[in-house]
Every structure is written in structure tokens, then in C-alpha cells.
């Protein structure tokens, strides 16, 4: 893109033990597709990109809230998304409308995922699998961040959680976003609503909003695998995201105990 600018979806899908994410995108240096599994990583460069609305087409890849359709080398399957999960309002908040280096979006909590992608000659079925979606756009991802996404608990229950480094208006500050849908409720932590940070270490996040007491305690398995991530607009920063970390969290309302659940299916990432 010519002014320094990126756009990227990240669509996940798990069946049992197996999850696999493409991330199609465009950045100043062209458009991409990168799909990472519990394998590995892998970037493909594309010829063209094509946005409408949440509906990206790419090549001969289409991404969109009802499904996607791959084609690409090596790996190729289609599959349908059913009952989305979108939050009520957008997670940013106030903080859609003022200039941020980075904006991001929730496409879905989550949603059913019917279908199969072969990758190598490997057939990985979806049938009845879960699945989230999310995008960002802006010029750079943070210096410094986490990012923790599941919803493959025990409950029905669906947790994002970024805490990030935000430049802003000559300064900057330690922002956080938060969603958890628990059985359709939705439960919000924000630094626009007042959260507080009370605890950020590799391992443990503590967040208190008002009477709500958020506690999540994370293990990544591994180093994870590399991921480009925009700089300036351009794909040049490498990160690592961890595909089946270990997560248990424990959600409080006034001392009373609204949820506690644990899962080892978690994505996570931290810079």
C-alpha cells in the first residue's frame, strides 16, 4: 500500500488437538497470505487484494465471516462458519475514532466450523470445530505486547486479551482490551471503562474492573512458531505465536466466583 499502511485478518480454526490460522493480508510490500498450524508457519506472497467489507479476496483465496476458500500451493479446502459470535460494539471503543498506530477488530468470538483443508496430501477435517476471527490495521503492531485468544473450554466461554505499549498523541501508555462471552453473556475490561492492571508477567495477567476480577494464569508449550508482523507498513518484524499454550482463568464478581475454566488450546503471543 502507498501510504505506509496495513490490513490483516486472522481467521483460526480447531478440530480436537489441530488448529490452523490464515492470516491474509496486505502491507506496503504486498499482499500475503500466512497460515501457521502446530507444524510450523508458512508466508505466501499474492498477486492481488481485494477488500470488501470483512470479504477479502486474494489469488484464488477467498476469507470472509461465512467461510473461506483456499487455493494455494500445497495447501488447498474450503470451510463454512456458522452462528458468528460478534461483539455488541467495537473492542477499541472510544479509541476507534483518534488516531492509534494500530486498530483492531473482533470478527468473531466464535462460531461453528463445517469443512476440510488438505495441507501436503494431508486432509484435516473441521466437522462441528470452533473457530475465531479478528483483524487489525495501522502501521505498526506495538514495540510491546501480549495477545491470548481461546475459546475452547470446557463451558462455552470465548476469552481475547491484548495489553499492549500505545504511542499516543506524543506520549504513551499500557493499554488493555478484553472480551469474555460467557454463554452469550459478554463481559468487557478495558482501559476505557477504568480497568487496572495489577499484575503483567510472562505467566500471569490479574485485571480489576470495578467488582470484576479477571485472573489468567498462561503456559506457553514451546517457543512457538515466526510470524510477520507490519513495521512502518512494511512486513519486516518477526514474532512468535504459540498455538496450543495452556491457559486457566478464573473470573470473580465481588468476591463471588463467576467462572473458572482452563483449557490447552490457547494461541498466544507476547513481544
Not at 127 to 144: C, I, L, N, T, V
Request: glycine residues 12%; proline residues 6%; hydrophobic residues 35%.
Amino acid at each position: 500500500m502507498s501510504d505506509g499502511r496495513f490490513l490483516g485478518w486472522y481467521y483460526k480454526q480447531r478440530a480436537g488437538d489441530y488448529m490452523l490460522a490464515f492470516i491474509p493480508g496486505r502491507a506496503a510490500d504486498g499482499p500475503f497470505v500466512q497460515m501457521i498450524d502446530l507444524r510450523g508457519a508458512r508466508r505466501f506472497a499474492m498477486p492481488d487484494f481485494h477488500v470488501r467489507g470483512d470479504t477479502v479476496r486474494t489469488g484464488d483465496c477467498v476469507f470472509s465471516s461465512a467461510g473461506l476458500h483456499v487455493q494455494l500451493p500445497g495447501v488447498n479446502g474450503d470451510l463454512h462458519y456458522t452462528r458468528p459470535t460478534p461483539l455488541r460494539t467495537d473492542i477499541m471503543g472510544p479509541f476507534a475514532h483518534l488516531p492509534m498506530q494500530c486498530r483492531h477488530g473482533i470478527v468473531s468470538m466464535g462460531h461453528r466450523v463445517d469443512g476440510r483443508i488438505t495441507i501436503d496430501g494431508q486432509t484435516h477435517i473441521f466437522d462441528g470445530g470452533s473457530g475465531y476471527a479478528e483483524k487489525d490495521a495501522g502501521r505498526s503492531f506495538p514495540q510491546s505486547y501480549l495477545w491470548l485468544q481461546c475459546n475452547d473450554f470446557p463451558v462455552p466461554c470465548s476469552l481475547m486479551l491484548s495489553i499492549a505499549h500505545i504511542p499516543f498523541l506524543g506520549s504513551a501508555f499500557t493499554g488493555c482490551i478484553c472480551a469474555l462471552v460467557l454463554a452469550g453473556h459478554e463481559y468487557r475490561l478495558a482501559t476505557y471503562r477504568g480497568v487496572r492492571i495489577l499484575t503483567l508477567t510472562d505467566d500471569t495477567v490479574r485485571l480489576r474492573q470495578g467488582k470484576l476480577l479477571l485472573e489468567v494464569y498462561v503456559r506457553p508449550l514451546g517457543g512457538g512458531h515466526p510470524l510477520l508482523v507490519p513495521q512502518r507498513g512494511r512486513m519486516t518484524e518477526t514474532i512468535r505465536e504459540c498455538c496450543d499454550a495452556h491457559v486457566s482463568l478464573r473470573l470473580t464478581q465481588a468476591g463471588r466466583t463467576i467462572l473458572t475454566c482452563a483449557s490447552d488450546r490457547a494461541a498466544y503471543e507476547r513481544r
